[in-house]
């Protein structure tokens, strides 16, 4: 399959000439070319990155390839991308002000991960033992115990073939010390981006209980906010 970005790369190339300290915001930042910039230019981008070439006042010219990360979803991707991508270089070469989450927000599906993440483990160690029924609750209904060995086959299937049963307590407590790392992670994240000492609260407590997800919605947000303001200035 080609690439849907490499196809249009002359387009795009000639396009960014009329950015040129974008190009060369791009140049420095990601490239971590130092000494003082005058010119640059892409030649070459596709889904997984882009390639530019400089000009140092100092004299000598170079390439850089900057990786997109992660890669293109496709054609559409592009401006959006290379806007966000503009304003993280500005941001740090001191050119701009980072961009500030005044308010807490989660993202939509964060319910479903956080029950998924309780309930999966569950699933795999407390399974009950074959032939059992369960007593549906305020009814005399049952659910017969053909349809709760079927409904927990997978579980013992797998745990047939690693060999072992994991104890809940230990998923538990590795999961509770991978999103301790991640609180972590948010608290960096929420002292570049984040103003008021409630909402970062508020989001390290959200990682504590779900991890990435937290974290993966300030990169969003933070992202969205770039855009904006690059649009603004345009």
Known sequence: ????????????????????????????YFGKVRGKVVTAQMTVIDTKGMTLTYHIKSGGNGQVHVPFKPPLAGYDDVKPRLLSMKAEAQEGLGMIKAPQLTTFEIPPYLVSVTLLICLIPAYFTCYPPLGTSFQIPFTSNEIPANVVDTFFHPARAFIAMIGFQPKLKWIAGMTLAAHAVESLYTWWLCKRYVKG?????????????????????IHRRVQQKRIESVMKEE
Do not use: Q, R
Request: hydrophobic letters at 50%; proline letters at 6%; glycine letters at 6%.
């Open 1 to 28: 399959m080609s690439d849907p970005v490499a196809s249009k790369s002359a387009f795009l190339c000639m396009y960014m000439k009329n950015h040129p300290d974008t190009l060369v915001a791009y140049v420095k």
């Open 197 to 217: 000492c409630g909402v970062t609260a508020a989001y390290i407590a959200a990682t504590m209980l779900s991890g990435a997800p937290v974290w993966l919605g």
